[in-house]
């Protein structure tokens, strides 16, 4: 059994005092943390792997030299190279949405009719599509996600339909 003074319990709670506190004293846990840090960073690396070279073109061995980890890392937090993608790809998805709503937040808030900032929104992501870096992103994202459910994509569909069917003469 351990005896605890009463001058013990003052000494330590005026050591306690003065000492910062640590980690698990703040309620933080440096193995979340940790892990937070590395999801990012696999995140970051895969997304602008996949904007440059496509979800076919990006190897995991690439992707996990870029972001400073391990090859186990990526298996540990997101399964496989598809779990990544999907990661990934729901990252862009909310950033799109948080753009959209920002905008027509934006334009609400300047006096714009529902319509005029629902169109504003269209009009943002539209613009975002245009840019070069955004359009590269999202077209590797909506190729890689159909690949990975293993749908085909839409120029292929249309190819194999007549030029009556599509409305063409």
């Given at each position: ?52 070279l ?87 994202a ?13 120029s ?14």
């Amino acid at each position: 059994l351990m005896r605890h003074t009463t001058t013990g319990a003052k000494e330590s709670a005026q050591s306690s005092a003065t000492r910062p506190a640590s980690s698990t004293q703040l309620g933080l846990d440096g193995r979340k943390e940790n892990a937070a840090s590395t999801q990012a960073k696999l995140r970051a690396v895969a997304r602008t792997l996949f904007g440059k070279l496509g979800y076919d073109g990006t190897a995991l061995t690439t992707i996990c030299s870029e972001a400073g980890v391990t090859t186990g890392a990526l298996y540990h937090h997101f399964g496989d190279k598809k779990g990544l993608f999907a990661a990934v790809a729901e990252e862009l998805d909310g950033q799109l949405v948080q753009l959209a709503h920002h905008v027509s937040s934006q334009a609400l808030l300047r006096g714009a009719s529902p319509w005029d900032a629902f169109l504003a929104s269209v009009d943002a992501l539209l613009a975002t599509g245009i840019d070069p870096a955004g359009r590269n992103q999202i077209a590797h994202a909506q190729a890689g996600r159909q690949r990975v459910a293993g749908t085909s994509r839409i120029s292929d569909h249309e190819s194999k339909v007549e030029p009556a069917q599509r409305g063409e003469h």
